[in-house]
């Protein structure tokens, strides 16, 4: 099989981010609607992801926020957005870059995506043979993760977030 030089994957990766952009662009500009609400896992170690100190030390790979009753001054940029978020009833300034993104999930309506490096996928992968080995777009629970204020307890403890079915997007996936 000839070598493509189109890298389909990452324009499909990149394309799945505007997803999640222009939603948090709706939400800047007219809030959350309804029971929506957002669970975004991001590797904190990614270049341009500015966190607090403290939050890099208890999360060094990967941390997963919530984006539900207590947010402010969401803003959206072209490659990365800004939010208040509350931590142990401390309002902390994280910028995360789209990039970063490995996970987004929205449990009030079952939608989930789930983002991957170039690395994930074999270089060396027969797509008649092995179609059926490439990872999916679908997002795993990612949900215990999150720290926000919402997830904890009276005591500050976290407690267990739901595990809502995630659907696959694998419509384009050899049955």
Known sequence: MAESTI??????QQA????VSNVLKD????????????????KTQAPGVD???HLTSRFPDEMTIVVQHKFWNLKVHEDYF????SFNQTPENLIIPFDAIVGFVDPS????LQFHDASDIPSDLDIEEEI????????????EKA???EDTDSKGANTEAGSDNIVALDAFRRK
Request: charged content about 25%; proline content about 8%; glycine content about 6%.
């Open 27 to 42: 939400v800047e500009q007219d809030g959350l609607p309804g029971d929506h609400h957002f669970y975004i896992a991001f």
């Open 132 to 143: 059926d080995d490439l990872p999916e777009f679908a997002a795993e629970p990612i949900l």
């Open 109 to 112: 309506v079952q939608f989930a």
């Open 147 to 149: 720290v926000t204020e």
């Open 7 to 12: 890298d389909y994957d990452a324009k499909v």
């Open 16 to 19: 799945l981010r505007q997803v």
């Open 51 to 53: 966190i607090p100190g």
């Open 82 to 85: 800004e939010i208040m978020l």
